[in-house]
């Protein structure tokens, strides 16, 4: 066995095939960050099990330098590896950049030679037609060349922010029957949007064929497999592995936003996370006044009801993908673009979310920094003029109106998207936030990252959290803003939380180099290294790949001890919440409270470097 990778320059056009075996890489992370490392390469691959059997199965993984991370990164896309398996090969590698903003075209029929060509488009004024940003740019790429396959192809495109930003995401929908589909995905985290269009020229990349694989498609042994680990066949166990993605009857909704709103309370985050300094009460009455009673009961009438909801391309029991008509409803982004941002209605947080989405932009990332902007406005360390917009948020709680006042707050947002794409006022976030606050502090009454929330890497890297109010969400790993980190709302102590995002961080690689969503990872972790036992006798050498790799990205960690007030805050508030509102009788966490009430700076680099020790010990590189 081996994996088939197609080089390409798009500087000339040039491409050419490697294979490389089993004997030391084995799917899309391990091989990828090999080739980062060799070419400086952008890199699109798929799992061995693209188009077979398993639920999940067809992630793209995308592996690259991130522009915002500053380091190795991977990310990830449902659905779009269905299609590209097609194309009878593992995996896209960009080396080289197009000398003017670029369609790349790939097409495959009944096992002739690939065609790949290298098409200079007008770019930015696409972005500026019809759907506007990336839905423009989807819609012009298949006018261009959807005629020219059998059977329907799959586009990855980039907005004005992978132009304009560091974090620019990747975006792709499904098309059936000629039918291109609101139901976007996204390889958003990472900026390697930024990197496609910046490093390479590509703005989209469109891909499709006729190459039919010998895919794994046994249900007789595949149900066996699942009957002696779990006495379930493989459609019952994933039915119950993706409960909470699909309708969780114990809480009477469904997805990400659903049950995470749902069960939520008092670990509520909003107004750039000033609830953390709120007392419980006043964050359940915010929670169940605005949340409960408004933005989820909306989302419940709407979607959930009504049953709006969708795969991200591939046969899926999960239909995580719940809709409104064209808005597509996750927790994080609906997070970052609503109550981060004083928005609790769903009106307010589709138009900002969508005009986020068009333009390009990590919407996790993206909806942090705009929480940040606003509250820099509303405290006045920065102008309306710096910021080159008209308004100013509205996030005085008192007479709050979550319909009028989400609007206005979701307008500003839009403004404030606009003025960092057209480089308003003082905006200039070419070379991330990180770096600009640095430039534009001085003179100021505070630090102007100060009241960001995010992960500091190397000299300029960055990167806004993911959305649950946990020590573990700003842990010091070597890639962070996916869930190579413990997120449970658990107190663990740093470290032990080290070693245990450590072996996180190695179950979901597992996910990662097999292309497998990981919604699906009640059975898949578990399960999917012995059915590489079993079809490819090769389990061990699977595992210790991924180890290898562990060690190998552990070895380039560079963080940063946490450089804003705001996220130490956000590790004290945590844990003072645990012991006071949660009555963990731990008694760590009873030591780093008073540890922290005591001298804040010093127990916050204790407990981070706690952390990190726990990190090293257990991701020593192997060899």
Known sequence: M????????????????????????????????????????????VGIFAGSIFPGSNRMVVTGYSPCWQ??????????????????INMLSLVGKAPVPSVLYLNRSHGEEIEVEVVPVDVESIWKTGRKGVYALTDRVYEMFGGRYETDPRILT???????????????????????????????RGGFGSAMVQHHGIVAVIYGGTVVDEDFRDHKVADEWFQNKYSLRLMNKDLEATGKYRYDEKVGTGGTFGVNYATMGGRIMAFNYRTIFQSEDERLELHQRFIVDHYLKQFNEETIALKQQATCGEPCVAVCKKMNGEFKKDYEPYQTMGPLCGIFD???????????????????????????????LETGLVTSEELGVTRFPRWNLAGFDPIVDSM???????????????????????????KWSRIHSPGRARVLHDSLVYI???????????????????????????Y??????????????????????????????????????GWAEELLPEVMDSIYNSKDQFLHAVNVLAGRLNSRNCP????????????????????????????????WVDKFDRNKLEAAKDFWYETLKGIDESLVELF
Request: aromatic fraction near 12%.
């Open 484 to 521: 190579y980190m413990v997120y449970a709302n658990d107190f663990i102590p740093p470290r032990e939380l080290g070693r245990r995002c450590a072996e996180r961080m190695k179950k979901e690689l597992i996910l990662d180099n097999l292309g497998i969503c990981r919604f699906h990872r």
């Open 346 to 376: 769903q009106r307010a947080a589709e138009k900002l979310n969508h005009h986020c989405d068009a333009m390009g932009f990590d919407a996790i990332s993206g909806g942090g920094v705009l929480a940040w902007l606003m509250e820099l």
């Open 560 to 591: 940063v001890f946490w450089e804003s007030e705001r996220s130490l805050d956000f590790v004290h508030s945590f844990l003072k919440r645990k012991r006071d509102v949660d009555n963990d009788h731990h008694p760590e966490l009873a030591q």
């Open 71 to 88: 380091g190795y990164y991977l990310s990830s896309m449902g659905g779009a590896g269905l299609v590209f398996d097609n194309l009878g």
């Open 408 to 434: 206005h707050n979701a307008e500003l947002g839009c403004e404030l998207i606009d003025a960092i794409l057209e480089r308003r006022g003082i905006l200039d976030f070419r070379e991330g936030v990180r």
């Open 2 to 45: 081996y994996q088939r990778v197609l080089f390409v320059d798009p500087a000339t056009g040039f491409y050419r095939t490697g294979k490389y075996g089993f004997d030391r890489y084995f799917g899309p992370a391990d091989l990828g960050i090999h080739l980062v490392e060799k070419y400086r390469s952008l890199n699109f691959g």
């Open 158 to 188: 980039s907005g004005p922010a992978s132009l304009q930003t560091d974090m620019g995401g990747i975006m792709s929908v499904p098309i059936s029957k000629g039918r291109i589909s609101f139901v976007d995905t996204w390889a958003g």
């Open 456 to 482: 500091a890497f190397s000299r300029r890297g960055w990167m806004v959290p993911n959305q649950y109010w946990v020590a573990g969400a700003l842990a010091p790993m070597a890639v962070m803003g996916k």
